[in-house]
């Protein structure tokens, strides 16, 4: 039997938490940390509710996860985020040592690929996963936001 | 009269708050934020007590700082930061907008001009700034840690 745990099941949690940001009014970003087939953290995107640039998820799901292993390196862990991380989430993640990063939609824009940021020689990363989902709950914001506007 | 609030004035508090890290066994870099001559933020590095890569002393000046101003952008401020920030804090300032970055000590390992991290457009930075004293303090803390392993 092939294990249900597959990076499409992780990123579906992320995207759980980045519908509970969508419903806070915050741009609709989640994050969770797997070790083991395990989530040890979860988090979504608070930058408006808290006023704070640093607020973003993967920001937090590090702190969370550090909490839970008792120690500051994410060694053995994934990160799924269902957007590609901006430069500051990438140098966290790059101090973090993080094993795998996972993330959803690319972020063209502002994601570390085009700005440039250099990842942890210990970390691979991969996009792409779920996606078209992960883009479209961000669109869906984008465009209800310009609505309200 | 000349302003007693010069660059040096500024870096000699947040040298006070590197200190503090020091004297926490944490790698000494301090930063405070300014607006109008008047300092509304200061902060230490505190990654080992908290067991967290994301708590370099500027992430933890952003977030004092927006707390106290009510509001996440720090237009017409300036960090003042013994070591020049990484990634991560690059990266946090460049979601800040802040408007003027001064620091002490380069860091020409993982400092963000040697990585590559793009600032805001409204981001001045400079360097060099009291870099003796900062490097210094920079300096003995690693001898110390090498000698007590």
């Known amino acids: 039997m092939e294990s249900p ?23 609709p970003v989640g994050a ?12 979504h995107n608070l930058t408006e ?12 799901a590090i702190t969370s996860a550090a909490n839970f292993l008792g120690g500051k390196y994410l060694h053995h862990c994934t ?10 989430c990438a140098g966290a993640l790059y101090w973090s040592q993080i094993s795998k990063i996972v993330y959803g939609a690319i972020d063209d824009q502002r994601g570390c690929t085009v700005m440039g940021t250099k990842l942890h020689p210990k970390t691979e990363m991969i996009g792409g996963v779920l996606e078209e989902e992960c883009g479209r709950l961000l669109k869906r914001f984008f465009i209800e936001k310009r609505n309200l506007n």
Chains 1, 2 share one sequence.
């Open 79 to 88: 990160m799924y985020v269902t957007l590609e991380p901006c430069q500051m």
């Open 32 to 43: 969770v940390v797997v070790i083991n087939e395990r989530i040890i953290a979860r988090a």
């Open 5 to 27: 745990f597959t990076d499409e099941y992780f990123m579906k949690k992320a995207l759980q938490e980045a519908q509970e940001a969508f419903e806070k009014g915050e741009i």
């Open 49 to 60: 509710l808290l006023n704070d640039v640093t607020a973003h998820a993967e920001m937090q």
